[in-house]
């Protein structure tokens, strides 16, 4: 077992919320580095620099560094634009592209580089987080706890502990955690200073007092601690989002057999929902879940498990990720049932690009798979989003793009509704039927007022 040399004196019994947290009897705490500034990167270098600590940021692309320094958020997050510049601003955060800086200050490093799938397979990609380590530990002159939070398969900690020692100089322990992130997009900011729980993967008493300093103000707050070895941890974030997914998934079967069965899937959500042994968050039937990290938590794990040799029961989520696709499928055959069967020359309005609303991200969205199938069908579509449009531009160029929901829906033969975005829900059908060439609406979501809808035409 790798050792690191961490100890903390303090009590936290009287401290202030807001007073500085201090490890070492009458030091300061430790600088915090955070490599790799993308979503989970910069949202958690944001939040430990609101949680008082001071924060260096590490990222390749000078670019997104450059615009970090400025206080400048390079995505779109409640909140997090604030904080950005309100730490800059003090210099309790800044940014770098150079490794050696935070390797100077810090001694403590969350590891948030990306994990995606693999282009020829389903399992994680993991060439970041081992380039990462390899690039940091020669760089190292005082004991460091690397503190993994990318969704990961299990065993990496120890993987990592093994390469940071080998390239570590020799005398410098290292020790390596894992404190999986579970942020919610939309939601980030809030989800890193009020957790719903933490989870500590540990291979030492050193590595949980340090973390639990870290998280000394959640934890005074009273958020739920499991404190665990580093593989459990890793699987926790896994198993997370998988039965996430699956709930997911599970409503969506049980909509196309109520469409079958001329029953209501809204009333069937509902009253399962009831059931405390159920409840309703994520089964609310729809297009389906996308985004950065439930597609490929799913398949990683189904990887996983096959290279683990129980692959037999992973029969579940290759379901769960079949039927999720099989929405975008049935929403766009959906689309051409309504227009008579082709939509060649047809014009098509989509509300939404974004994978969910609250965020800009088009990563693996339902929304754009469907607008895409349908302009390979020969439609003329036109998307709006209120805040995605620029990043799905990026990712679907062939699409038309427009500027409001007013814009999109001008003289459409059908209108879809992909992304749940308040604004739409808040649009006036009346004034819409003006626009329209066709009074046609598909709600992909299902959170439109179809009988307000209905009344309008």
């Not at 990609?125 to 190292?140: I, N, S, T």
């Not at 933490?198 to 973390?211: P, W």
Request: glycine fraction near 8%.
């Amino acid at each position: 077992m790798l050792r690191q040399s961490y100890r903390a004196f303090v009590s936290l019994k009287d401290r202030a919320d807001d007073s500085p947290l201090r490890i070492g009897r009458g030091h300061v705490h430790p600088t915090i580095a955070v490599i790799g500034t993308g979503y989970l990167g910069t949202t958690h270098a944001a939040g430990m620099a609101e949680l008082g600590f001071d924060v260096i940021g590490v990222d390749v692309d000078p670019d997104r560094v450059a615009r970090l320094q400025r206080g400048d958020a390079p995505f779109f997050e409640p909140r997090l634009e604030a904080l950005l510049r309100q730490h800059t601003a003090a210099g309790r955060l800044r940014f770098t592209t150079e490794l050696a800086d935070a390797a100077d200050v810090a001694s403590v490093f969350f590891l948030c580089v990306g994990t995606p799938q693999q282009e020829d397979g389903l399992a994680a990609d993991m060439r970041q987080v081992l380039g990462a380590v390899r690039d940091l530990a020669p760089l190292l002159r005082r004991p460091a706890l690397l503190v993994g939070k990318s969704t990961v398969p299990v065993g990496t900690a120890h993987a990592l502990a093994q390469l940071a020692q080998q390239h570590a100089p020799d005398g410098v322990p290292v020790d390596v955690a894992w404190n999986p992130e579970f942020l919610r997009e939309g939601h980030g900011v809030q989800d890193t200073l009020r957790p719903d729980r933490l989870v500590l993967g540990v291979s030492s008493a050193e590595a949980e007092q340090t973390l639990r300093e870290i998280y000394a103000r959640p934890l005074q707050r009273g958020v739920p601690l499991v404190v665990t070895d580093t593989t459990t941890a890793e699987l926790v974030k896994c198993a997370a989002n998988a039965f996430l997914a699956t709930k997911i998934s599970f409503i969506n079967m049980v909509a196309e057999l109520s469409e079958a069965a001329s029953a209501d899937v809204l009333a069937v959500s509902e009253a399962l929902g009831h059931d405390a042994r159920i409840g309703r968050a994520f089964l609310h039937p729809g297009l389906g879940f996308g985004g950065g990290c439930l597609p490929k938590d799913v398949r990683a794990l189904i990887a996983q498990a096959d290279d683990l040799g129980v692959d037999q029961p992973m029969a579940l989520l290759r379901a769960v990720d079949q039927i999720n696709l099989r929405c975008r499928s049935r929403m766009a055959k959906a689309a051409v049932d309504e227009c008579g069967g082709s939509v060649a020359g047809r014009r098509i309005a989509v509300l939404g690009a974004a994978f969910k609303p609250l965020t800009d991200d088009v990563r693996d969205s339902p929304a754009l798979d469907v607008a895409r199938e349908l302009r390979r069908a020969g439609a003329d579509v036109q998307v709006y989003d209120p805040m995605a449009n620029s990043n799905a531009k990026e990712v679907a160029p062939e699409l038309q793009f427009v500027e409001t929901a007013e814009d999109a829906v001008r003289a459409a033969h059908l209108v879809l509704h992909l992304t749940e975005w308040a604004e739409f829900r808040l649009l006036d059908p009346a004034r819409l039927l003006e626009l329209v060439d066709q009074p046609c609406l598909l709600d992909g979501r299902n959170s439109l007022d179809a009988a307000e809808w209905r009344a309008a035409g």
